[in-house]
């Protein structure tokens, strides 16, 4: 079963350009979650969606950034007209919620990241 | 979700336990706590999770006080593959928490 999948890993945009990540659940995960990193820090929720549906953007920027996640394909994490404080690590996780497994917790399993440098 | 505060660096030498120690001192009866790793240039990794007195693992060890208040990462014997970034994170157990809040972690440094 392979792990959540992002590309690009490395992604360059120039100030002004669209950035778009992309993001692959586990084999039988639903749900998806973005979350932004920025150097020497901890990392900070964006969005949580469901197939066609966003069920959580309290954590996106209000304009420039968007996400969806479609019936078919993998979810993308847009931002638009990019600037230099976009530049970050962004993470996707997904979870097969409701909760399942031996533990019963919620857990979240990440992705390898995509590091988004703007110039 | 509880606020948690942790040492922001430790270093250890190869082949010591090593113990993190997370202060929330604003836990919830209904909250768990949970730890994760993060190795540079990844995404952060489950490592272990309970409510209350010890829970052990393959990997680690998490000791929690009978008042909650904080608790203790164990990691027996680190290897310099154990240096990584270190969350603890506070938050009830149900289907209705995903918000999580990584606070800046506490970054191990194992040395030779």
């Known amino acids: 079963n392979a792990g959540v999948m992002q590309n690009p890993r490395h992604l360059v945009r120039r100030r002004g350009q669209e950035a778009r990540l992309r993001c692959s659940p586990m084999?039988?995960?639903?749900?998806v979650y973005w979350y932004r990193q920025l150097p020497e820090e901890g990392l900070k929720f964006m969005v949580y969606l469901q197939k066609e549906n966003i069920i959580d953007e309290s954590g996106m920027p209000k304009e420039r950034f968007s996400a969806e996640f479609p019936k078919e394909g993998p979810s993308i994490l847009r931002i638009q007209q990019v600037v230099r404080g976009d530049s970050a690590a962004y993470f996707c996780?997904?979870?097969?919620?409701?909760?399942?497994?031996?533990?019963?917790?919620?857990?979240?399993?990440f992705g390898p990241g995509t590091r988004l440098t703007v110039l | 979700l509880a606020k948690t505060t942790q040492p922001i660096s430790m270093d250890s030498y190869e082949g010591q336990e090593v113990n993190i120690t997370c202060s929330h001192n604003n836990i919830a009866t209904n909250d768990y706590i949970t730890w994760y790793q993060q190795f540079p240039s990844q995404g952060p990794r489950f490592i272990i999770q309970g409510y209350k007195t010890k829970v052990t693992n393959e990997v680690a060890s998490l000791f929690i006080p009978a008042d909650r208040k904080s608790s203790t990462l164990s990691l027996p014997r680190v290897s310099l593959s154990d240096t990584a970034v270190y969350y603890c994170l506070v938050a009830p157990r149900s289907s209705g928490t995903y918000k999580y809040i990584f606070g800046t972690g506490t970054r191990l440094k194992v040395l030779a």
């Open positions: 996780a997904s979870s097969p919620l409701p909760i399942s497994g031996t533990s019963g917790y919620n857990e979240q399993f």
């Open positions: 084999k039988g995960h639903s749900h």
